[in-house]
């Protein structure tokens, strides 16, 4: 059974619960990983649409998520989960984090994560992903994106414009 990192806002680690036990309202606070993979200079970003029976289900977000575990080093926990979820792997550097909080609107979990992203530049990967996770992978400019973001929010994963913001804010 997976387990959620429970952390402090810095975080720092404080033990391990079990995965619906952390995201239960009001949710507790853990570690995650948000993956985004670009291509062409950095104008575009492989988005996927979230299958139906996670947390978030039918909605867009970025390449790839998923919760650090305990003794797990993030970068290699990211390029396993990128290739498990996505099919291919690429080389990831860690950019930035923040902390956020957002109540699932197709079921009753919250999402309460300290997420670190991480960021990778790949052309051409051969896109592979594993159908329980994702029901689809596209490319998308960066401009469209976030115009389709701020016209339509409901169609996007909570922690996609807040992590967005921050990559375009902060020189990549």
């Given at each position: 059974?997976?387990?959620?990192?429970?952390?402090?806002?810095?975080?720092?680690?404080?033990?391990?619960?079990?995965?619906?036990?952390?995201?239960?309202?009001?949710?507790?606070l853990?570690?995650?990983?948000?993956?985004?993979?670009?291509?062409?200079?950095?104008?575009?970003?492989?988005?996927?649409?979230?299958?139906?029976?996670?947390?978030?289900?039918?909605?867009?977000?970025?390449?790839?998520?998923?919760?650090?575990?305990?003794?797990?080093?993030?970068?290699?926990?990211?390029e396993?989960?990128?290739?498990?979820?996505?099919?291919?792997?690429?080389?990831?550097?860690?950019?930035?984090?923040?902390?956020?909080?957002?109540n699932?609107?197709?079921?009753?979990?919250?999402?309460?994560?300290?997420?670190?992203?991480l960021?990778?530049?790949?052309?051409?990967?051969?896109?592979?992903?594993?159908?329980?996770?994702?029901?689809?992978?596209?490319?998308?400019?960066?401009?469209?994106?976030?115009?389709?973001?701020?016209?339509?929010?409901?169609?996007?994963?909570?922690w996609?414009?807040?992590?967005?913001?921050?990559?375009?804010?902060?020189?990549?």
């Amino acid at each position: 059974m997976k387990h959620a990192l429970l952390c402090t806002e810095q975080g720092i680690p404080q033990g391990t619960s079990n995965v619906d036990y952390a995201h239960a309202a009001p949710g507790k606070l853990h570690r995650a990983f948000s993956i985004f993979i670009f291509r062409n200079n950095y104008t575009e970003l492989l988005i996927q649409k979230r299958t139906d029976g996670k947390r978030f289900g039918g909605l867009w977000a970025n390449t790839c998520c998923s919760h650090l575990q305990e003794n797990e080093d993030l970068i290699a926990a990211a390029e396993k989960r990128l290739k498990e979820e996505c099919g291919f792997t690429c080389p990831l550097t860690e950019h930035s984090s923040f902390i956020y909080r957002a109540n699932d609107p197709t079921g009753d979990a919250v999402e309460y994560e300290f997420d670190s992203i991480l960021i990778g530049d790949f052309t051409n990967p051969n896109l592979n992903p594993d159908p329980t996770e994702i029901s689809e992978l596209k490319w998308i400019n960066i401009d469209k994106l976030t115009n389709e973001i701020e016209n339509n929010p409901e169609k996007f994963a909570p922690w996609l414009p807040i992590a967005l913001d921050r990559i375009l804010s902060i020189e990549i």
